[in-house]
Each structure stands twice: as C-alpha cells, then as structure tokens.
C-alpha cells in the first residue's frame, strides 16, 4: 500500500492532522491539542510536526502522531524547522528586562529524537538566541545540508556553523543591504538585494560562500524598492521580481513591477520582457529547474512559460487568472484565479503539448497547494479573509471532489512535505479514485444552474450581441489600454467616456453642430477654452455689425477715450444685479438724513452740469444716466397693498386656466379662487379700476 498524504489544520479551536488519500481519516495515534494555538508547521523533510501553545512548544512525530520533545519556551508566535529537521526556531515578541535591555527572543534549539538518558543531549539546551525585533523575515537561513545559516543585520549578511551559533563564523559586508537569499542548491551561493539610495540604482548581486571579494553575477535597475528573490531547486538560478511602492506613470495604484532572471555563476543575466502591459501576478519556477511560469498584464491575464535563457516557448490562453503551480513531479501545471476572481482553475499537461485537462470551480478559495504525490489538489477557505464557509477539499487532478471538510474559523491548512520517490506518478488519470463520503453529500447539496448566469444585461440590450467596446480582450474585445491616469478618461474599451447632458424627445446634436467647427491653431485647446473663444469672436462681430448699422455711436467720432472691453454678464444676472443695487442704494439714501441726500443731490447736479476736461480739451457731458427703479422700492402702504392684490388676483386667474385646461386643483387652491370677488371689492375701495 502506497504511504498516504497527510495534511494538517489550524483551526479556532485546536489542530488537527488528517491523512488523505487513500486513507481519508485522521492521524490515529495524534491527540488533538485544543485552545489558543498560534502556529503549527512541517518540518521540511517532512519527519516531525510542531505547534506553539501558550506554555510550551510540541514537537510530534509526523508518522504516528507521538510526541518526542516539548520546549519550555512561552508565548511564542513562528516555529520554524531547519532542511534537514535537526534545529527548530521559534520567535517570541521583542520586550525588555529589568535593565532596558532587549531579550533575545529569537531563539534555535536542536530537536532529538531520545532522551538524556539514551545518550542524547538534552532537548531543552538552545544552540543559539539572537534579538530579532522585525517579525518580517525573522527566521535564519540554512544551506541545504545545514553547514552554515545567516542572518541579516545592519550593512551586512552574518554566517554562522550550524552547530556554533555563539560566534559569527564570516561576514558579507555589503553597504545598504535589506533582504538576501541562501541558495537551495548544494553549491553555496547567496543572493543580496539592496535598494535604491541617493540616485544610485538598486541591485541584486550573488556572492559563492564563503568567497565574498567579488560577486559572481550582478543586476543594476531602477525602479526597486523591495524584491522577491526566487531561486529553482537547483540553485543555479535567480528570478528577481522588483517592484516600487508607487508607480509615477500613474498606470497602476500597487506601483511598478518588471522581471529579471541572473545565473548562479554569472554567464547570463536578463531582463524578461513581457508583452502585455500591465502587473506581475505570479511567477514560480517548475521543479526541474529549467523552466518558469509568468502571469502578468491586465485582466484578461496573459500566462507564459520561459526557459533558463528567458526565451517564451509556450503561451496559454487570456484568461482571468493571476496564479500558476507546477506539481511537484513536473507533470502539470495549475493556472488560476483567486482573490477577487473567480476561483476557477485550469490544469495542463505539459507531456501531453500543453493539453488542457479540465477546469475546477473552487470559488472563495484562499489556499491551494498540490499534494506531493503529484495527483490531488488542496484548496481552503480560510479566515480572517472569509470568515464563513471555511473549510478544505481536496480535488483529483481529473478534476473530480474527493473530499470536503467544513470547518469553524480555519485559520491554516499545509500538506506534510513528502519526496517525489514515495509517490510515484505513473498515470494519474487513470483509474480515477473513488471519491469520499463527504465529497459525494457536499455535491449533493450544491445546487446546479440550469444556465450560465453570464454578466447581467438591461432588458433594451438582451438578445442581442454584446458589443466590442464591451468584450473582455479574451472574448475577442479590444486590449485594455492605461493612460497614465487613475480618473477615467476616453479609451478604445468604452469605458469612461465623458456623458454629455442629453434631454429625453429631444433631438441629439453632435458635437460638432452645437460647438462649431474646430478654428484653426484651436486643437490644442480644451472644449471650454474653445467655446469661450467663440463667445468673445461673435460678440466682437456683433459690435461690429451694430456699429455699421449706427446703433451704437462710435467713441472714436466723438473724440471720447476707447474703454478696454470688459466681459459680461448673462442679461439675467445683470438685470437682478442692476436691480439689487439700485435698490441697496435707495436704501441707503432713504436711511440718510435729508439734509445730506439733498446736498448729495446738489453735489450730483453741478458736477454733471460741468463739462470734463482731458488733455486740455473740454468734452460735451455725457447723457445722464437711466435708472429703472423696481416697483417694489418706495411708494405708500397703499401702493404695496395693491400690488399685492394685484398679484393674487393673477394667481387666481392662472388657477382658473388650469382648472378649464382639465387639471384637477387642491382644495387650498379652490378656496383662493373663491376669494376672487373679496379681492376684487378690495382693489375697488382703494381706487383701482379694471
């Protein structure tokens, strides 16, 4: 019988360890830990499992389920194992002791499978503990047989002998240094990025351990604030995803990212270009090492796969996906989007010429691994992303449910790291397995569509085909293009466009009819400044014309200075400010005494009575200026109580239209019309006649 995947889960409350196929059913021999447990992790080779409770640390063995060592380390919030599984790490929050001074709360102790007594050392001795105050990459770094490991501090990389972590064994002093790499390969390689500083460019060097005079390989780039680097099992090369915090083009809101792929021994270094605008997703490096898969550009995503000399050999579909696995035989590979997609996930078979296999619906998915023996696929919905229906099912690579588990507040799911050589693949289509139980209630309960639901469509537009303007680029519509700005502007996909100000019956106009056609040397300038131009154009053309016609007399003629033309007003807005100021000045003249209005009337009348006298020559007085008084400004009590009659006398009288025009009036309305005869007996006895 085969040795079946296992996988295990963190949930609100306790861990779990679940054997999957064939088998489907938990770790016999493993008590389940319940209460506030932090973290749980594998170890690499896949030997032992471990979990943080509050108190202590449990290390079990992963086989069956024993517990072989607990360390008395408390509150401890990451657990880490080494390649080999010989050391464990585990972090605690940084604090202080009485003194002020930092506790060392990173902290590596060796696990042992025996006890003192058998003649092993004792399981609670710490090899080594350092202050690591940053939670983001706190763990060391091993070569692949545990030689060495490092650890990055202040302008340099600290090397130390796995088994003598009190004293630094070499150091790789590079100035301005932020993240590195330990190659995963058995040649001792390390990779340093450091970014941009004062105008100099950011680069990623690789240095061979422990000769660190000169880097072997070496990428200069702008645009690099922080960068994954992704070494293949090999260790002979390096993928280096830069990506900006901000892009200054403005095309995308999570900044800038480009691509670069270096050789371990410095004989080729790269940068891939990518012919779809627009971000990196996803990139991942296939386990033999010579090939790598890319998703990138806009939604529609575009997914290719490089070799070592970044040359494209083969390119998928567009489709709205932003993950790719490869499984860890190199027999398929997953093509997915999660996130804000879909969930839907395509698998390939690359010894089959990039045959699609089958298409898996897995919806809310927050999690998916392929299990190590190359066959199944996991996928999890997890919390805090999606706080309900969390759960895990596993997914034949055929593309049928084998098992689903709903679970309360599933925080982490990882399968056990397992080599390829226990699981040999063979055909994995062939037989398909028999699902379990609960796969088989789980498909029962799920309600199948009787038609695709697709986009919604308005009632005007259904039936008919959709237009291209509205197309996915997938979908035969045109590419989505970016123009440097996040607001929405015009744009070959339909979107954004500026909506003009439409009455409906009416007839539409086109641009062009209702602004006139382009002036000349005008292209350059915005629809409001063209239009103002036009404005100023015709009232100087109105002038002109008014003053051929003798209209308006000429101030040349007279000899009278020519005035610099102001703008003007609508003829609404001039006529209510002309009558708000002539009426704020009556005011103010009424408030007056009348010793001083009449002085002012005097001072008034002489000065327009004498002529004005420029350049030494007298010129006639200009007419006397009109003013139009609003009837509201002065009069008797008796004058403003028969406008206001007046007034209600046309109101009634528009009452009476709308009454014989058929529409149906309130009775406040009704009443006011039965007034009409009081109204008019009114206006009778104070002299008004019709």
Not at 171 to 196: C, M, Y
Request: hydrophobic share 35%; proline share 7%; glycine share 8%.
């Amino acid at each position: 019988m085969a040795v079946p995947t296992q996988f295990a889960y963190r949930t609100l409350k306790g861990i779990g360890v679940f054997d999957a196929a064939p088998v489907y059913d938990a770790l016999p021999a493993f008590q389940r830990p319940e209460g506030n447990l932090r973290c749980c992790v594998y170890s690499p080779c896949g030997r032992y499992f471990a979990w943080a409770s509050p108190e202590q640390v449990s290390v079990v063995d992963a086989s069956v389920g024993h517990v072989i060592t607990s360390l008395p380390a408390q509150n401890v919030y990451e657990i880490a194992f080494s390649p080999l599984g010989t050391f464990i790490i585990t972090w605690q929050r940084p604090s202080k002791d009485e003194n002020g001074d930092a506790v060392k709360n990173l902290k590596v102790w060796r696990v042992i499978e025996g006890t003192p007594q058998d003649g092993g050392e004792d399981a609670h001795d710490v090899v080594g503990c350092f202050v690591q105050k940053s939670q983001t990459g706190w763990n060391l770094q091993y070569t692949f047989d545990e030689q060495y490991c490092a650890r990055v501090v202040t302008n340099e990389v600290q090397f130390y002998q796995s088994g003598n972590l009190g004293t630094v064994w070499n150091k790789l002093r590079v100035e301005g240094v932020t993240d590195f790499a330990v190659s995963p390969g058995e040649n001792h390689s390390i990779a340093v990025f450091i970014p941009e500083r004062k105008g100099q460019p950011a680069a990623v060097k690789v240095f061979n351990v422990p000769d660190f005079a000169t880097a072997v390989s070496q990428k200069n780039f702008f645009k690099g604030d922080k960068v994954q680097l992704k070494w293949n099992d090999e260790g002979n090369s390096l993928i280096v995803l830069a990506q900006t915090e901000v892009d200054k083009s403005g095309k995308s809101y999570y900044g800038e990212t480009t691509l670069y792929l270096l050789s371990a021994n410095g004989g080729f270094d790269s940068r891939i270009d990518l012919d779809k605008e627009g971000p990196i997703h996803d990139v991942t490096w296939s386990p033999n090492s010579k090939e790598f898969g890319v998703v990138y550009g806009y939604m529609p995503a575009k997914t290719t796969i490089f070799n070592t000399r970044a040359v494209a050999t083969h390119n998928f579909a567009l489709s709205p996906r932003n993950t790719i696995l490869f499984s860890p035989h190199g027999r398929f590979v997953l093509v997915a989007g999660f996130g804000n997609l879909a969930g839907q996930m395509d698998i390939y078979d690359l010894e089959k010429d990039y045959q699609k296999v089958c298409t898996i619906e897995a919806s809310n998915a927050s999690v998916c691994e392929w299990s190590p023996d190359g066959k199944h696929i996991l996928t999890a919905t997890t919390s805090p992303r999606l706080r309900v229906d969390n759960g895990v099912r596993i997914w034949h690579v055929g593309g049928g449910l084998m098992y689903n588990e709903d679970l309360q507040e599933l925080y982490h799911v990882v399968w056990r790291p397992q080599s390829t050589s226990a699981h040999p693949l063979e055909n994995p289509l062939h037989p398909l397995p028999n699902p379990h139980a609960s796969a088989l209630v789980y498909l029962g309960t799920v309600k199948t569509p009787s038609k695709p639901a697709g986009a919604y469509r308005p009632p005007g537009a259904r039936g008919q085909v959709t237009p291209l303007a509205f197309r996915r680029e997938d979908e035969g519509g045109a590419a989505y293009i970016s123009n440097g700005s996040f607001s929405l502007g015009n744009g070959i996909n339909g979107f954004g466009k500026p909506r003009r100000r439409e009455i409906p019956g009416a007839e539409v106009t086109t641009e062009e009819s209702s602004l006139g056609a382009t002036v000349e040397g005008d292209e350059n300038l915005s629809k409001a400044a063209v239009k103002n131009k036009k404005k100023r154009e015709a009232k100087k053309a109105k002038e002109a014309a008014d003053k051929a016609a003798g209209l308006v007399p000429s101030p040349e003629a007279d000899g009278a200075p020519v005035a610099a033309p102001t703008p003007s007003r609508s003829p609404e807005r001039k006529e209510r400010k002309s009558h708000e100021r002539n009426r704020s000045i009556a005011n103010n003249l009424d408030s007056r005494p009348r010793s001083q209005q009449a002085g002012r009337r005097d001072r008034h009348q002489s000065n327009a009575a004498q002529p004005l006298v420029m350049n030494g020559t007298p010129t006639p007085p200009a007419p006397a200026a009109i003013t139009v008084e609003s009837p509201d400004t002065g009069g008797t009590s008796q004058d403003k109580k028969t406008r206001a009659l007046l007034k209600k006398l046309r109101a009634i009288d528009e009452l009476k239209m709308r009454r014989a025009g058929g529409e149906k009036l309130e009775g406040t309305q009704i009443r006011k019309m039965e007034t009409e005869d009081e109204v008019r007996r009114e206006l009778e006895g104070l002299g008004w006649k019709d």
